[in-house]
């Protein structure tokens, strides 16, 4: 049986996984990283040495096993969460992430995931448009490129590299470019999402606006 359910989408660096994790924890709920999903097909795609541009290749899906739990993800119970953030997975992910086939597999057990779990918080790029487009609330998440930017830097610099800021930009825009204007469900606003632009917002603001939105739409919904 479904519960409430919360799509967040957004471009790469606006906070997502942050938020959406945060917000589970305080309330509870459960939350999946659909990114760290795509990321796990690509991982498993390059590692088995396949064709990247083969998207038949990608028929490894039928008999593998990609699970999101407590913010770690699992291709076949190994724990792949830290391996999944390799700058070569994150250079591949939109190409892998392309793929309609590999966008049917991935969108049947995020759906599936949301029908037997109770209330939950899913974050990525096409949620509120393709995953759970009756979701109880769709919150839209933006922040300019610039802040986009620094905060992948000050996460890169946590992890102990040094990588020129301008570095940092292109590889956004880049990724903005790719996920908004690719074929398959592209990365787009949902009609009825809640806009939110968090590039002068703390973490904790966010946070704070999104539950206020739950409860109300909570409130609403429980009469
Ligand atoms: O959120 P992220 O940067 O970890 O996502 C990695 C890539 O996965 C992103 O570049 C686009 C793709 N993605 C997608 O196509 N659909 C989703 N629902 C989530 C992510």
Redesign the pocket.
């Known amino acids: 049986m479904s519960g409430f359910r919360v799509a967040i ?1 957004g471009p ?2 606006s906070g ?2 942050t938020i959406s994790s945060t917000i589970a924890k305080t309330l509870g709920w459960t939350h999946i ?7 796990a097909v690509t991982l498993q795609a390059i590692e088995l040495g396949i064709d990247l541009n083969d998207e038949a290749a990608y028929r490894f899906l039928e008999t593998c096993h990609i699970h999101y739990d407590h913010d770690r993800i699992y291709i076949d119970d190994r724990d792949v969460t830290e391996a ?1 953030r390799s700058d070569k997975v ?1 250079r591949n ?2 190409l ?3 793929f309609p086939y590999v ?1 049917k597999m ?1 969108v049947g057990l ?1 759906q599936a995931a949301a029908k037997t779990t109770g209330n939950i918080i899913m ?5 509120g448009t393709v ?1 759970l487009p009756d979701a109880e609330l769709k919150i839209f998440l933006t922040a300019n490129v610039e802040e986009r930017a620094k905060r992948r830097y000050a996460e890169r610099v946590q992890k102990g590299k040094q990588e020129p800021m301008a570095q940092m930009i292109e590889e956004i825009v880049n ?1 903005d470019r ?2 908004s204007t ?1 074929e398959a ?1 592209p ?1 787009r606003q949902a009609e009825d999402a809640i806009v939110i632009d968090t590039t002068s917002l703390t973490i904790k603001d966010v946070v704070k606006k999104i539950i206020a939105f739950i409860e109300q739409k909570e409130n609403v919904h429980g009469d």
Do not use: E
Request: glycine share 8%; proline share 0%.
């Open positions: 989408d790469a660096g997502k996984s990283d659909t990114g760290a999903m795509y990321r999944i994150t992910v939109s892998v992430s392309s966008r991935l995020q974050d990525g790029r096409d949620i995953v990724r790719k996920d690719r469900s990365l």
